[in-house]
Structure formats: structure tokens, C-alpha cells
């Protein structure tokens, strides 16, 4: 997931006519959209193609950010999914949250051993009175859900990274700047030494065909954290937060500061007011730099978002974030705009 891959082009040969075809088809069917899905890093591009099964069939975007997002948990050699990096105890803890169109909303956190905690999250919407599940209550529903307990499954990086972690045993990351350590503790910015930034999520956000919008987001959250931290990605209005007559937003990055400004949230408010994807983004980056002053420097969020009209914009902190664009006629990797050059 560290490696950037190319950007992957469409060929542009037929698509007017593609296009030309499917509006027609989707008057007929009284649709008005031309979906399209979005989600965080590299990996998106890989969970865009199931998203997009769903999405050109026709297909609901809840559908597509849960199945989407499964292929990014299935992905042993990533950094979702009960192959990422553990906490301090070793443990693989998961974190995540799904919304539909109609403020439906559902998240589990702090749950072990189920290797889809993203359709966790969305039982817990659809057959629970409750928004958010944790730790082994969120594992009992799982397992009353049908849901197996898998072992835990380290990929070989995650395996590597956290027996150097545990040769030093101080409480920090081997991935992480030591001196970002120095100075700002153990839960400094996860900067690998290549000069990108760890990071361990996929959120994706998709507009449907009936022009409606959902998100998901899931997460392994930091690597080495302590027991029992829980980030922004399963937090509703941090996260992620989908207002259907607005537009949606997903974050990504150091949790706390993204929960301290209640990213996802205050993005879709700033849509509200007229901003575009972009420019709301970038107006919670500019938030969260200004609340941390000189500590900024170390640490990356990112937020991606999408507005009613199926628009999408991205900002992040320093470089190196990048999105995953799918609609009919694109598939590609997008370099997101930063406040640090
Ligand atoms: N936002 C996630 C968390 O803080 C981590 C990430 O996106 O890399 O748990």
C-alpha cells in the first residue's frame, strides 16, 4: 500500500458514445446520475473495481462502499483487515463505520477477530437500535450475526515491524520519525523513512445511479497504538459523515486531530455554505494546522470529499496523499492538494 503505483488511464476511445448510451438507458429508467466512487490511497483503486460492480449495475451505494471496502479488509498486504499492523499488545483491533442516503449510520470499534468488521458496522445500522458497538460486545453480535472468528492473520510486514517495535519495547514505532517522537511523543505522525506517510484506511464514498450518496471507512488504526485507542474512522461526523442533500466527506490520517475538529462533519457543513469538495476540504486542513501550530509539521490528515452532484475534491496536510477516482469514463489515482509543499 507504501508503494504509489502508476496512474492507471482509461482508454477515452468510445466513451462519449458509452456515455451517450448509458444516460439514455438510465432516462428510461427514470435514474439521473452517473455514479461515480471515491476512496482514500492507493488501495482504493482495487476496491473502486467491486464498488463499481455494484454502482454500473445499477446498484445502491451502500452496497458498493461496503463491498468496495471488503476488498481492501480481504487484502492481507494492507494495512486494513486483521493482516495490519497490531497494537501494543500484539493485537489486531479494528474500527469502522458505514452511512446511507437517510442518516442511516452504524460503526463498531475495538473489534478482534472478525475479518469484515465493515459489514459489523452495517448490521449494527440496519438490526440494532444502537449507532456504534465496541470490543467484545461488537464480537458477540458478530458472532450472533453469523459472522466467524478468524485468527489473527499479521502480513509478513506488519509480523516484521512489530518485532522490531517490541526489540526496542519503548513504546514507539520503528515506522515512525524518532524525532517526531522526541518531540511530540508516541503518537507523532507515522512518517516512514521513504518520506510517505503510514497509514492504515480505506474510506470510500460513492453517489449512486438514484443520485443518492453513502460512505464507509475501516480501519486497523494506528499501528502500536495503545490497548483499547480507538481513532476517527468509526466515529460518525468524524470519520466520515454523508448528508444526502449536501455531500459526503471521509478522513484519514492521525485520528485524534481529525476527531478534535469533527472533520468529516464540519466538511459537509462547509459544502453546505457553498463551498466546493475541494475548498471545504482544504478550509478543515487550514483548521486543524491552525489548532496545532508547529506540531502540524508532523502530522498528516487528509480528507476526501464528494458533493450532491457527484463533484469530488481532497486536501491534506503535506504531500503524498493521494485518491482513487471511479466513474463511467475514469479510473485513476488522484494526487490530493496540500497545505506543505
Ligand atoms: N485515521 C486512522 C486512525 O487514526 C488512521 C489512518 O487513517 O491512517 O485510526
Redesign the pocket.
Known amino acids: 500500500m507504501y508503494n504509489r503505483r502508476k496512474f492507471i488511464q482509461t482508454s477515452a476511445l468510445g466513451i462519449s458514445a458509452a456515455i451517450a448510451t448509458g444516460n439514455k438507458a438510465r432516462a428510461q429508467e427514470g435514474l439521473s446520475k452517473s455514479p461515480v466512487v471515491i476512496s482514500t490511497w492507493d488501495a482504493g483503486l482495487e476496491a473502486n473495481k467491486a464498488a463499481w460492480a455494484v454502482l454500473s449495475a445499477n446498484g445502491r451505494a451502500l452496497d458498493a462502499v461496503e463491498r468496495g471496502v471488503m476488498v481492501t479488509e480481504d487484502s492481507l498486504s494492507c494495512c486494513v483487515g486483521l493482516g495490519a499492523n497490531p497494537d501494543r499488545d500484539g493485537l489486531v483491533t479494528l474500527?469502522a463505520c458505514i452511512m446511507d442516503e437517510a442518516f442511516n449510520c452504524g460503526a463498531v470499534a475495538f473489534l478482534e477477530r472478525i475479518k469484515h468488521p465493515i459489514s459489523v458496522a452495517r448490521r449494527v445500522m440496519e438490526k440494532t437500535p444502537h449507532v456504534m458497538l465496541v470490543g467484545e460486545g461488537a464480537q458477540q453480535f458478530a458472532l450472533a450475526e453469523g459472522f466467524s472468528l478468524e485468527p489473527q492473520q499479521l502480513s509478513e510486514s506488519a509480523q516484521r515491524s512489530y518485532r522490531e517495535w517490541l526489540q526496542k519495547s519503548n513504546y514507539r514505532s520503528p515506522r515512525i520519525n524518532v524525532e517526531n517522537q522526541k518531540e511530540h511523543g508516541p503518537f507523532a505522525p507515522a512518517k516512514l523513512s521513504s518520506g510517505e506517510w503510514?497509514?492504515?484506511?480505506i474510506g470510500m464514498l460513492a453517489l449512486d445511479a438514484f443520485g443518492n450518496l453513502s460512505g464507509s471507512c475501516t480501519?486497523s488504526?494506528?499501528g502500536f497504538k495503545m490497548r483499547g485507542r480507538i481513532?476517527?474512522?468509526p466515529i460518525i461526523g468524524a470519520?466520515l459523515y454523508v448528508d444526502n442533500e449536501v455531500g459526503a466527506c471521509v478522513?484519514?490520517?492521525?485520528?485524534?486531530d481529525?476527531i478534535r475538529v469533527a472533520g468529516s462533519s464540519a466538511v459537509v457543513e462547509a459544502m453546505r455554505s457553498g463551498k466546493s469538495p475541494e475548498a471545504a476540504c482544504r478550509q478543515l486542513i487550514e483548521r486543524v494546522v491552525r489548532i496545532k501550530k508547529e506540531k502540524a509539521k508532523d502530522i498528516q490528515v487528509a480528507f476526501l470529499a464528494i458533493d450532491k452532484k457527484g463533484a469530488v475534491g481532497s486536501f491534506s496536510i503535506h504531500p503524498g496523499f493521494s485518491y482513487a477516482l471511479r466513474t463511467a469514463d475514469q479510473e485513476k489515482l488522484v494526487v490530493a492538494k496540500s497545505y506543505f509543499k
Open positions: 474500527d503510514n497509514h492504515d484506511t480501519t488504526g494506528a481513532g476517527d474512522s470519520g478522513a484519514t490520517g492521525q485520528g485524534e481529525v
